[in-house]
């Protein structure tokens, strides 16, 4: 499964969008872009997922560049209870079961 | 529905105890898994489930066990307890493809957080 880089932390204010970038460089083309997020102390909840088309939920928008190096999730009016750690996971379909959680993006909404 | 509950909440063991965690979802999903999660640390597979009868595993399995003898619950073993199983534990479940796009989107329990000195 293709390895993904995130920044290790982001401050966003309250209200505004936030915009998390994740870079996926050795994606392959059956392999899906997924979205969780972990709120302190709990279990990681699921946001969004995407293969090539930009994808939109109650939750986030998610946008793939057209070469599918690189993704953005979107938080489009960010509130205090966005403040979590945002994990960016590249996998094949046929292994979401079994994922690979990396440091990903402490994010911090601020008032 | 209550989605993927677990038990006990908070534990601690003196090392060489063994105990087993608790894990039971109602959402009739096949494929279920246990993560560990170390202070400041992305979670790791632990085990994993794709039905009733089948495990294996994962990243790190060395020092637990697991089964799944029903597709609600899949406990996870801890055989013998030392100080490095000291952890949170979480157990989630994942939803096959469903006709509103879903696609294997996974569900988390709240975890059990263990000590063990």
């Known amino acids: 499964d293709a390895k993904t880089t995130q920044p290790t932390s982001m401050d966003c204010a309250e209200g505004r969008a936030a915009n998390l970038p994740c870079n996926h460089s050795?994606?392959?083309?059956?392999?899906?872009v997924y979205w969780y997020r972990q709120i302190h102390s709990q279990g990681p909840q699921y946001i969004i997922h995407?293969?090539?088309n930009n994808e939109t939920n109650e939750m986030a928008s998610l946008i793939i560049t057209e070469d599918r190096k690189s993704s953005t999730l979107i938080l489009p009016h960010a509130t205090l209870r966005d403040t979590a750690v945002y994990y960016c996971?590249?996998?094949?379909?046929?292994?979401?079961?079994?994922?690979?959680f990396g440091q990903g993006t402490r994010l911090t909404i601020n008032p | 529905n209550a989605g993927v509950t677990q038990t006990p909440k908070f534990q601690v063991l003196k090392t060489g105890q063994s105990m087993t965690l608790q894990c039971a979802q109602d959402?009739?999903?096949?494929?279920m898994s246990w993560y560990r999660q170390d202070p400041g640390m992305g979670l790791r597979l632990i085990h994993y489930?794709?039905?009733?009868?089948?495990?294996d595993q994962g990243e790190v399995p060395n020092g637990y066990n697991v089964s799944r003898s029903t597709t609600e619950d899949f406990p996870l073993r801890l055989l013998s307890a030392a100080p490095s199983q000291t952890s949170v534990y979480f157990c989630?479940?994942?939803?096959?493809?469903?006709?509103?796009?879903?696609?294997?989107?996974?569900?988390f329990g709240p975890g059990t957080r263990l000590t063990v000195t």
């Open positions: 989630a479940s994942t939803s096959p493809p469903g006709l509103a796009g879903t696609l294997y989107e996974q569900y």
């Open positions: 050795t994606i392959s083309g059956n392999e899906y």
């Open positions: 995407g293969l090539k």
């Open positions: 996971i590249v996998i094949r379909a046929a292994g979401a079961q079994k994922l690979v």
């Open positions: 959402m009739n999903h096949e494929y």
């Open positions: 489930s794709v039905g009733a009868g089948i495990t």
